[in-house]
């Protein structure tokens, strides 16, 4: 079975662009997470999806936003680039099973620069 | 006060000794905990999913939780070289809200 997959897997833009940003879940995963992990910053929650719907968002600030598809696969994208944008952005997708099993795994992220 | 508190490290055991990791969170209204392993220049793996007070056993690894004190740890047992890692805690709040510790840094020595 195929994992999570984003894509593209490494981008390279400049300040005051737009990056866009794309996550494929793992078959039968309904929700996917976005995180960015910035060099001595740790993990960061930016969005949750579920069932096509944003369900929560991390303290980002509106130019970080996103969608889900019918499909479940997802969409990230930061307008306005700024420096301290530069990040790896990871993607999780994840299912509760009920009966206490929870179901979660992450893509290999996608390297983002703005120079 | 940190949302999600996790001691920085590194942690040092000797191979075969038991690992303790701890996590303290803020928000009372937490629903859900998660520990992830993070090997260096690689993703994040789920390891465990607890939600109710007690313990809860996978293996080699155990994850405590206690609501009333706030704190959630991890224990890994028979601990291997291979467990040497970043152990990342995250708590999920009532609105879906999810939010990671620092990680831990673990050093299994042979």
């Known amino acids: 079975e195929a994992g999570v997959t984003q894509s593209p897997t490494h981008l390279i833009k400049t300040r005051g662009q737009q990056a866009t940003l794309r996550c494929s879940p793992i078959?039968?995963?309904?929700?996917v997470y976005w995180y960015q992990q910035a060099l001595g910053l740790g993990l960061q929650f930016l969005l949750w999806?579920?069932?096509?719907?944003?369900?929560n968002r991390g303290n980002f600030p509106p130019r970080f936003s996103g969608r889900q598809f019918p499909n479940y696969s997802s969409e990230l994208n930061v307008n306005a680039l700024e420096l301290e944008d530069s990040a790896l952005y990871l993607c999780?997708?994840?299912?509760?099973?009920?009966?206490?099993?929870?179901?979660?795994?992450f893509g290999p992220g996608t390297r983002l620069t703005v120079t | 006060q940190k949302e999600v508190e996790q001691n920085s490290g590194p942690l040092s055991v000797p191979e075969g000794a038991i690992a303790s990791l701890n996590c303290t969170y803020s928000?009372?209204?937490?629903?859900?905990f998660f520990w992830y392993r993070q090997y260096s220049g690689k993703s994040p793996e789920l390891i465990m999913f607890?939600?109710?007070?007690g313990d809860k056993e996978d293996g080699r690894f155990t994850a405590q939780l206690n609501k009333a004190s706030q704190y959630v740890s991890l224990l890994i047992r028979d601990s291997q070289p291979s467990d040497s890692a970043t152990y990342l805690c995250?708590?999920?709040?009532?609105?879906?809200?999810?939010?990671f510790g620092q990680g831990t840094t673990l050093q299994v020595k042979p």
């Open positions: 999780a997708s994840s299912i509760f099973k009920g009966t206490g099993t929870y179901e979660q795994y």
């Open positions: 078959s039968g995963h309904t929700s």
């Open positions: 999806y579920d069932e096509g719907e944003e369900r």
């Open positions: 607890i939600y109710s007070n």
């Open positions: 928000d009372r209204g937490s629903q859900s």
């Open positions: 995250a708590v999920k709040s009532n609105t879906g809200k999810l939010i």
